[in-house]
């Protein structure tokens, strides 16, 4: 083994006020050359443990050494460190934020024209130099924040979570980037969500609640689950219900949509159900297919949510109604000459999931923030659940729940305090909101945390009480803008088990993702770039259209991505 950039042993960290610790014993290794992967569940002390080697927080037992010395008194300009929180001047153009982290890292004046040219060219964003940071998409600011942590050329690279909130396109071209900068003999500790880039690292460490749990190759701990993951084709049109009834039986420990099938994992040494007990036909039957990293990620901690929603079981029956609940006809919107949603048409049937999918700034969060009445066309019309956005805006709102895309609630309220304010908001009152406010208590955990400002949870907490807020009032039309992002594998499984319940209830569902693997549970999809609708069907068809029918979700969404690209160029 190369000697080590950065190293932690028996590495422990408490903040006064908790009851456990944040880090716990903690040992881990940072190659040179190498990607070291960083995952856990929320809380699981990522960040506690990023910000030691960064040198900003001291540990209160165990070590931290970075090239040799303590991570407190190591030389800060050989290290590059990328906060979760992108850590950009969102009022300074690209080139000032550049330039002031070039004065922060002390990049003698001679050396920063070469050193921003590589990093312009190394990010493709020497075509913005000029824009705001605040004006960036979410991938253009990650990839902003890459080049600041590079501005002075590091030994040790510290990600925080740098793909949260970018598309697939981007998130791969992030990736690559970062691999890069690994071949080049620079030690980059990358902490993520997404389990498919934890697979690909060289060595990975596990959290959780502050603990380790493993640290090694992932595909070491994927072989430990071979032969208990299993496919199970499933009619479209009962797919959630399958998914629900394999999810309580107590031999299957995980289970998600995957195209035409389900995909299921075993509890250890149990024999699967037969497919007839989870109510499909004979004939009907398990194939055993080749587990993955997250995968192993459930196993380890112990399996996922089980299929039945507590929100879905108490949520009222919406009536049932030929007309659509959800309507967009020719919405367009501009800003000035900047045409951010161009023509954007759909329609979606009551209990059904409609997704839309794009990459950051494509004009996803424009249309969303129309049809809830916060933005005003340009051009067209909308209604949802029956109300004309344009001449019943107010009975329009009243009819749905809206997350929105960042958090928020009041951050400055306790969590009782925003769940007394939404209920107000929406009409409840007396025992109707005390009544709704303490089932959502109960349904999304949340009674360690209700005298506590909503800022401070972690971030699943902040975003089951967002659902929450959301719910309150048991609208018959949901739109979730990117409801899980930065959110771990078991609380998104968790959200999507309550999102399928309430399907099945009746409620409509506007919802926007990057994770590709969720935007297989939607019925239909449209996929928008630079502002257009560049392809609408069901996950299957999309699939098709791209040439991709046996693919990944996220292979068909670059790939249609990339053809509608040569089209441009063609015309």
């Given at each position: 083994?190369?000697?080590?950039?950065?190293?932690?042993?028996?590495?422990?960290?408490?903040?006064?006020?908790?009851?456990?610790?944040?880090?716990?014993?903690?040992?881990?290794?940072?190659?040179?050359?190498?990607?070291?992967?960083?995952?856990?569940?929320?809380?699981?002390?990522?960040?506690?443990?990023?910000?030691?080697?960064?040198?900003?927080?001291?540990?209160?037992?165990?070590?931290?050494?970075?090239?040799?010395?303590?991570?407190?008194?190591?030389?800060?300009?050989?290290?590059?460190?990328?906060?979760?929180?992108f850590?950009?001047?969102?009022?300074?153009?690209?080139?000032?934020?550049?330039?002031?982290?070039?004065?922060?890292?002390?990049l003698?004046?001679a050396?920063?024209?070469?050193?921003f040219?590589?990093?312009?060219?190394?990010?493709?964003?020497?075509?913005?130099?000029?824009?705001?940071?605040?004006?960036?998409?979410?991938?253009?600011k990650?990839?902003?924040?890459?080049?600041?942590?590079?501005?002075?050329?590091?030994k040790?690279?510290?990600?925080?979570?740098?793909?949260?909130?970018?598309?697939?396109?981007?998130?791969?071209?992030?990736?690559?980037?970062?691999?890069?900068?690994?071949?080049?003999?620079?030690?980059?500790?990358?902490?993520?969500?997404?389990?498919?880039?934890?697979?690909?690292?060289?060595?990975?460490?596990?959290?959780?609640?502050?603990?380790?749990?493993?640290?090694?190759?992932?595909?070491?701990?994927?072989?430990?689950?071979?032969?208990?993951?299993?496919?199970?084709?499933?009619?479209?049109?009962?797919?959630?219900?399958?998914?629900?009834?394999?999810?309580?039986?107590?031999?299957?420990?995980?289970?998600?949509?995957?195209?035409?099938?389900?995909?299921?994992?075993?509890?250890?040494?149990?024999?699967?159900?037969?497919?007839?007990?989870?109510?499909?036909?004979?004939?009907?039957?398990?194939?055993?297919?080749?587990?993955?990293?997250?995968?192993?990620?459930?196993?380890?901690?112990?399996?996922?949510?089980?299929?039945?929603?507590?929100?879905?079981?108490?949520?009222?029956?919406?009536?049932?109604?030929?007309?659509?609940?959800?309507?967009?006809?020719?919405?367009?919107?501009?800003?000035?000459?900047?045409?951010?949603?161009?023509?954007?048409?759909?329609s979606?049937?009551?209990?059904?999931?409609?997704?839309?999918?794009?990459?950051?700034?494509?004009?996803?969060?424009?249309?969303?923030?129309?049809?809830?009445?916060?933005?005003?066309?340009?051009e067209?019309?909308?209604?949802?659940?029956?109300?004309?956005?344009?001449?019943?805006?107010?009975?329009?709102?009243?009819?749905?729940?809206?997350?929105?895309?960042?958090?928020?609630?009041?951050?400055?309220?306790?969590?009782?305090?925003?769940?007394?304010?939404f209920?107000?908001?929406?009409?409840?009152?007396?025992?109707?909101?005390?009544?709704?406010?303490?089932r959502?208590?109960?349904?999304?955990?949340?009674?360690?945390?209700?005298?506590e400002?909503?800022s401070?949870?972690?971030?699943?907490?902040?975003?089951?009480?967002?659902?929450?807020?959301?719910?309150l009032?048991?609208?018959?039309?949901?739109?979730?803008?990117?409801?899980?992002?930065?959110?771990?594998?078991?609380?998104?499984?968790?959200?999507?088990?309550?999102?399928?319940?309430?399907?099945?209830?009746?409620?409509?569902?506007?919802?926007?993702?990057?994770f590709?693997?969720?935007?297989?549970?939607?019925?239909?999809?449209?996929?928008?770039?630079?502002?257009?609708?560049?392809?609408?069907?069901?996950?299957?068809?999309?699939?098709?259209?791209?040439?991709?029918a046996?693919?990944?979700?996220?292979?068909?969404?670059?790939?249609?991505?990339?053809?509608?690209?040569?089209?441009?160029?063609?015309?």
């Amino acid at each position: 083994m190369a000697d080590a950039v950065a190293s932690v042993h028996g590495l422990t960290k408490r903040f006064s006020g908790q009851e456990k610790a944040a880090l716990d014993k903690i040992s881990m290794d940072i190659e040179p050359g190498k990607m070291t992967g960083l995952v856990g569940p929320d809380g699981a002390g990522k960040t506690t443990l990023i910000r030691i080697l960064a040198g900003l927080i001291d540990p209160d037992a165990g070590e931290a050494t970075v090239f040799g010395r303590a991570a407190t008194a190591t030389d800060r300009s050989m290290i590059g460190y990328m906060p979760q929180r992108f850590g950009l001047y969102e009022d300074l153009s690209v080139i000032e934020n550049l330039r002031l982290y070039a004065d922060l890292r002390g990049l003698p004046p001679a050396d920063r024209q070469a050193s921003f040219d590589r990093l312009l060219d190394f990010t493709d964003l020497k075509r913005f130099t000029d824009r705001l940071a605040g004006k960036l998409s979410g991938g253009m600011k990650q990839k902003l924040g890459l080049a600041c942590a590079m501005v002075r050329a590091p030994k040790l690279l510290l990600l925080d979570e740098p793909s949260v909130g970018v598309d697939p396109l981007s998130r791969r071209e992030l990736w690559q980037m970062v691999k890069d900068l690994a071949g080049d003999g620079i030690g980059v500790l990358w902490s993520t969500a997404y389990l498919d880039e934890a697979e690909k690292c060289d060595t990975v460490t596990l959290l959780s609640e502050g603990k380790g749990l493993y640290a090694g190759p992932p595909q070491a701990l994927t072989d430990k689950i071979c032969n208990r993951v299993l496919r199970l084709a499933v009619p479209s049109e009962g797919r959630r219900v399958i998914l629900q009834r394999a999810l309580d039986d107590p031999a299957i420990i995980d289970g998600t949509v995957q195209g035409d099938a389900l995909r299921l994992m075993l509890k250890a040494n149990t024999a699967p159900p037969t497919p007839q007990s989870l109510g499909l036909k004979s004939g009907s039957l398990f194939e055993t297919v080749q587990p993955r990293f997250e995968d192993a990620f459930i196993d380890l901690l112990g399996g996922g949510p089980s299929g039945t929603s507590q929100l879905a079981e108490h949520y009222r029956k919406i009536a049932a109604t030929d007309a659509p609940a959800i309507v967009a006809d020719g919405l367009s919107r501009r800003f000035g000459d900047f045409t951010a949603a161009d023509l954007v048409s759909f329609s979606v049937p009551r209990g059904q999931i409609f997704g839309l999918l794009g990459p950051n700034g494509a004009g996803k969060s424009t249309t969303f923030k129309m049809l809830c009445g916060l933005l005003t066309p340009s051009e067209g019309r909308g209604s949802v659940a029956g109300f004309d956005l344009h001449s019943a805006k107010a009975d329009a709102r009243q009819s749905l729940g809206y997350m929105a895309q960042k958090f928020s609630l009041y951050g400055d309220l306790s969590v009782r305090q925003n769940l007394n304010f939404f209920a107000g908001a929406y009409g409840l009152k007396n025992g109707d909101a005390r009544e709704a406010i303490e089932r959502s208590i109960e349904i999304f955990h949340l009674h360690r945390y209700l005298k506590e400002n909503a800022s401070t949870m972690p971030l699943g907490f902040k975003q089951r009480l967002a659902l929450a807020c959301a719910v309150l009032h048991q609208p018959p039309v949901l739109f979730l803008d990117e409801p899980t992002s930065g959110v771990d594998p078991i609380v998104r499984r968790e959200f999507w088990t309550h999102i399928n319940g309430l399907v099945e209830k009746g409620v409509t569902v506007l919802v926007t993702t990057h994770f590709m693997d969720e935007a297989e549970y939607c019925d239909r999809a449209t996929l928008i770039y630079r502002a257009r609708q560049i392809a609408t069907g069901t996950p299957d068809e999309l699939k098709a259209l791209a040439g991709k029918a046996d693919a990944k979700m996220e292979d068909a969404f670059i790939a249609l991505i990339k053809a509608s690209n040569l089209q441009r160029e063609a015309a």
